[in-house]
């Protein structure tokens, strides 16, 4: 997969296509073409669930780069929304508008499910701090002693509920078997494992650590589960150069925790509007998901 030049100027917005809009998300805008759903990624940035004002130049073509290679990837362990013939008919559906063929997918039309599948193979973020708290992440107890990076002795999964504004709310297990039926929570949860542990192989491989990943689940008009949305991108996922790791503190990352850093420093109460992201920062973001597209893809 050969990666486009990326572009100057951020694309904030989709503007110009004949279809309507559908949904427009943090960072995606979805327009509904009838028998499909077109999926347009912007080069938005969002941090502690606020989009920043400026973006980051060529991110939604990156990210859709790589979210395709890893469909490729996934599709050999369980179906995807990808459309049949992918590439020639996004070329068909976009024809006029070429230049938003390297950032948009075409997918099939599902129900998404109400829960987010996270997979933790190591202690980091939110999950560090219910740790410190408890001992544990929700209904997974963890041995002790474990510090911040830590490697967990198998991953696990940690779902969550999806807020149309807001915090994401973790749940346990038990909790999500209840909203979804245990038949479908069990194919969910085995399914998240074994993608993130085809995640994890892969970025060992390429000497990039997989700490934690969040995948998403759609069901056809069959009752069929499928994967759909993005796939162990790094605005889904938390990745970390291996050479690096040092559990006992923050570890570099290849995902916006390096714009999540600049934030804090600045006085700002994290409610829209957020500050503008200073030239030095966007183009350190732009070379870290150039980065990990690199070493994930061979791209």
Known sequence: MKTPPLPTEALMTVTGLPFPLKAKGKVREVFDLGEHYLIVATDRLSAFDVVMPNGVPGKGILLTHISLWWFEQAAQLFPTHLVADHANQLKRALKGHEHLIPRSMLVRKLQPLPVEAVVRGYLAGSGFKEYKKSGAILDHKLPAGLLDGSKLPQPIFTPSTKAAEGHDEAITCARCSEILGEKIFRTVHDTSIALYQMGAT????????????????????????????EVLTPDSSRYWPAQTWQPGRSQPSYDKQFVRDWLEAQPWNKTAPGPRLPDDVIAKTQALYAECLERLTGA
């Open 202 to 229: 892969r970025a060992a491989q390429a000497g990039v650590i997989l700490a934690d990943t969040k995948f998403e689940f759609g069901t056809a008009p069959d009752g069929s589960l499928v994967l759909i949305d």
